[in-house]
């Protein structure tokens, strides 16, 4: 024998003289896919004949079978690397590429999914597997592997209490320009499929229960929720809350914007001598969340005059004026300032300043005081 493309021919491995008109061939030696040629000679005691004419080659027949089928596999740890593994063990390679299936479908990955699933051969094709890094819920499902005329299949389920998988640079504080728009994403694993709500809250909040007005969406394995056009009342806790009926997790992510301030609040005028006045006013209810303390303007307005004169900048929450002029009438403003930019002003009601004059006695003396006091 020898194979059909070699020259040397070899004897067939076997004892003794053959007597029969048919022998059994060892295969031990010969080589998978490699097809054959085999001759024959007659011999007696006077010598040996010419070698028959070439039989028609002949390949040997390996029949393929699993040594290990696919297994089911129950994914209850999010942690493990890889997640998944469906693996399957050949008598010897395949002749032909192998076909996966997912119910009952041709598995086709394609974009993220051919990172994020892998289709190995090792063992020069004798172990065959799919090995998921990580699985979501379109994952879930019945695998089946086809090799030449064999097939076997395994399930691939996941019992998993909501867990979140956030990534190291997650960050539970989100700060916004004031007009901006971003999108907070919560990536999470939960099988069997979570209720996943959102939920808003002013900070020092216990539990926000308010439902946000921004639009929330939750695809397999990841939820999120779209800050569009953030305002400084936007500001607060938004927390998404994700349960199935192995558990319960919660994200919790405080926005802040930044903006310049609203106006300073409730300004009034007090301690009025005539010549003076004392100004306060209240924080803003919108601080802006600058890196500075808030900067406040402060400006008057005499009546009937039209423009404002500059008085100070303070950042305290109140300012004696002095130098003022008695029987006038003014209008007080202060405005807030920080980094992002200045607010309206404010503005008292106007005020006027006149002295009253009127008697007191003392030791037999009669003498004048005047007063002060505001007109409103």
């Known amino acids: 024998m ?62 393929i079978d699993f040594i290990k089928p696919l297994q089911d596999v129950v994914v209850t740890d999010v942690n493990q690397t890889p997640l998944a593994v469906l693996e399957c063990e050949l008598t010897r390679a395949p002749r032909t590429p192998v076909a996966w299936t997912k119910d009952t479908k041709p598995l086709v990955l394609r974009g ?32 089946a592997i086809q090799a030449e005329s064999i097939s076997c299949s395994a399930s691939l389920e996941m019992k ?23 999108i907070i994403e919560v990536p999470f694993a939960a099988s069997p499929k979570p209720k996943v709500t959102w939920t808003y809250g002013a900070v020092g909040d216990l539990v926000p229960s308010e439902r946000p007005r921004f639009k929330t969406d939750t695809v397999s394995g990841l939820t999120s929720i779209a800050l569009a056009k953030v305002k400084p009342e936007d500001e607060g806790l938004y927390q998404v809350t994700i349960t199935n009926e192995l558990g319960e997790t919660t994200c919790t ?3 802040i914007v930044l903006d310049k301030p609203s106006v300073p609040r409730n300004p009034k005028i007090s301690d009025n001598t005539g010549e003076s006045v004392l100004f306060s006013w209240e924080e803003p209810q919108y601080p802006g969340h600058g890196e500075k303390p808030i900067e406040y303007v402060v400006e008057m ?9 500059p008085v100070l900048n303070t950042t305290e929450l109140q300012t004696p004026i002095d130098n003022l002029l008695t029987d006038k009438s003014y209008v007080f403003s202060v405005a807030a300032r920080n980094e992002m930019g200045q607010s309206d002003f404010v503005h008292t009601q106007p005020i006027t300043t006149k002295l009253q004059y009127g008697k007191f006695r003392h030791d037999g003396y009669v003498g004048v005081v005047c007063f002060a006091y505001s007109v409103v």
């Open 301 to 309: 307005r005499e009546l009937p005059k039209q423009s404002q004169t």
């Open 112 to 143: 993220p999914d051919t990172e994020r699933v892998l289709m190995e051969e090792l063992d020069d094709g004798r172990t065959q597997r799919l090995v998921f890094k990580d699985v979501i819920e379109s994952d879930l499902g019945r695998y």
């Open 2 to 63: 020898k194979p059909q493309e070699g020259r040397s021919w070899y004897p067939i491995p076997v004892e003794g003289p053959i007597h029969d008109l048919k022998v059994i061939v060892p295969t031990k030696d010969m080589k998978d896919d490699v097809p054959y040629e085999f001759r024959v000679t007659a011999e007696n005691k006077h010598g040996k004949s010419q070698p028959s004419k070439a039989s028609v080659p002949v390949t040997i027949a390996n029949p």
């Open 253 to 255: 992510v405080e926005l």
């Open 160 to 182: 998993v209490q909501p867990t979140l998988r956030l990534s190291q640079d997650f960050s539970s504080k989100l700060l916004m320009k004031a007009g901006t728009s971003n």
